[in-house]
T-cell receptor
C-alpha cells in the first residue's frame, strides 16, 4: 500500500528565516507530486507539481520553490519567510495518466511570526 | 480562469435530515474537467469522497451522491439522511484529464447535530 508522509507536522518560524518542508511517498514508483497551500480561512491553492525527478512546474508564485531530488521525495522551501506564508501546506500524489484522483498527506501547519 | 464555488459554511443539519452542498464550476481552460468531492474529517487528512469524469454520470460513496451536470456546470453533493459521523469539511474540485492541475473550492464545514 502507498503511504505519504509529510514533515514537520507544525512549525513556528520567524519572518526572514529559511523554511524546508518535506514529503515522501512510499509504495508507488514515478508518481505525480503536488504541493498545495491553504491560508487560514482560504481555499486550497496548488503551488507546484512534478511529473518526474528533477522537474518541477510552478502554478502559483508565492516566493517559494520546490524540488524533487528523488522519485519519492518532494521538498518545498524558501530562503526568506514572509508573514503571508503562514497557513497549511499539503503534499499530494497521483498516478500518472488520465483521470487520477489525489491522495493527500496529513499536512504541515506553518505560523510565521 | 477556472474556478469552483461551493456553499459557504458552516452548515448545520439535524441527524437523519437530508443535505445538499452546492458546487458550481467554471472551466474556461479545461474542455472536459473531472469533478471531485473530497472530505476532511476532524483530526484526519483530506481524502477523496467521490469523483466523476464523464458529464451526465453520477458518483456515489458512503451514502453521498453527486451528478456531473455540464449544462448547469454543477456538481452538487447530496445525502438523503446524514449522520453525526458525516460532520466534516467538504471540498469540491475540478481537474484536467491529465491530472496535473486540480482546483478546489473554499470548502464547506458541515456540522450534524443530534
Amino acid at each position: 500500500a502507498q503511504t505519504i508522509h509529510q514533515w514537520p507536522v507544525a512549525e513556528i518560524k520567524a519572518v526572514g528565516s529559511p523554511l524546508s518542508l518535506g514529503c515522501t511517498i512510499k509504495g508507488k514508483s514515478s508518481p505525480n507530486l503536488y504541493w498545495y497551500w491553504q491560508a487560514t480561512g482560504g481555499t486550497l491553492q496548488q503551488l507546484f507539481y512534478s511529473i518526474t525527478v528533477g522537474q518541477v512546474e510552478s502554478v502559483v508564485q508565492l516566493n517559494l520553490s520546490a524540488s524533487r531530488p528523488k522519485d519519492d521525495q518532494f521538498i518545498l522551501s524558501t530562503e526568506k519567510l514572509l508573514l503571508s506564508h503562514s497557513g497549511f501546506y499539503l503534499c499530494a500524489w497521483s498516478r500518472t495518466g488520465e483521470n487520477s484522483d489525489y491522495t493527500f498527506g496529513s499536512g504541515t501547519r506553518l505560523l510565521v511570526i | 480562469g477556472d474556478s469552483v464555488t461551493q456553499t459557504e459554511g458552516p452548515v448545520t443539519v439535524s441527524e437523519s435530515e437530508s443535505l445538499i452542498i452546492n458546487c458550481t464550476y467554471s472551466a474556461t481552460s479545461i474542455a472536459y474537467p473531472n469533478l471531485f468531492w473530497y472530505v476532511r474529517y476532524p483530526g484526519e487528512g483530506l481524502q477523496l469522497l467521490l469523483k466523476v469524469i464523464t458529464a451526465g454520470q453520477k458518483g456515489s460513496s458512503r451514502g453521498f451522491e453527486a451528478t456531473y451536470n455540464k449544462e448547469t456546470t454543477s456538481f452538487h453533493l447530496q445525502k438523503a439522511s446524514v449522520q453525526e459521523s458525516d460532520s466534516a469539511v467538504y471540498y469540491c474540485a475540478l481537474a484536467e484529464n491529465s491530472g496535473t492541475y486540480q482546483r478546489f473550492g473554499t470548502g464547506t464545514k458541515l456540522q450534524v447535530v443530534p
